[in-house]
């Protein structure tokens, strides 16, 4: 059977537009509520595990799994977009709500007034805009938690920096596949 040629453009339109921050936290969510893929997740009592998973409108997807006591360490996901949302479990968000300047520092002290924190319980989950400099920790002694975070466009790379009080400092810039 054929296609016709109105059809296909409309499909080609609806493959080829740039996923918002709002469509990829529906994708999350829809995602966190199928029991049987958060189910399907190995979980390793001593690091994270994780499994990449088909985002919408080309992003990057992964379903990830925290054991009690990991986190992220601070890091920025570039010009990408993005949301995670807690499936199991609870993580711990801190975060930065200004935006750094992209280039050309090794080391910045930040501002007073800045630091954000999140609680995100199973179901509660975030956006973010391009720049976000955050770190996601699983504080629970006891509990494994799951999440399920996309990106777009797909992460080209991550800043890592580390923290001491309010000095921030670049340590790196790591390649998606080192990454997660
Ligand atoms: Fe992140």
């Given at each position: 059977m054929s296609v016709s040629p109105s059809l296909s453009a409309v499909a080609a339109d609806a493959s080829t537009a740039a996923p918002t921050q709002a469509d990829l936290l529906d994708f999350v969510r829809r995602t966190a509520a199928d029991a049987e893929l958060i189910s399907s997740l190995p979980l390793d009592p001593e690091g994270r595990t994780w499994v990449r998973l088909e985002g919408p409108g080309g992003s990057e997807a992964w379903l990830i799994g925290w054991p009690p006591g990991t986190g992220t360490g601070w890091h920025d996901h570039a010009e990408s977009v993005g949301a995670f949302l807690t499936a199991r479990g609870a993580l711990k968000e801190y975060s930065l709500a200004a935006r750094l300047p992209?280039?050309?520092?090794?080391t910045l002290e930040l501002a007073d007034g800045i630091d954000r924190e999140r609680s995100l319980t199973a179901g509660r989950g975030r956006a973010f805009g391009r720049h976000h400099v955050h770190e996601v920790l699983n504080e629970s002694t006891e509990e494994h938690a799951v999440s399920v975070h996309a990106y777009y466009p797909p992460l080209p790379g991550i800043r890592r920096y580390s923290r001491t009080g309010r000095v921030l400092r670049l340590e790196q810039v790591e390649r998606p596949e080192d990454w997660q």
């Open positions: 992209t280039d050309g520092w090794k």
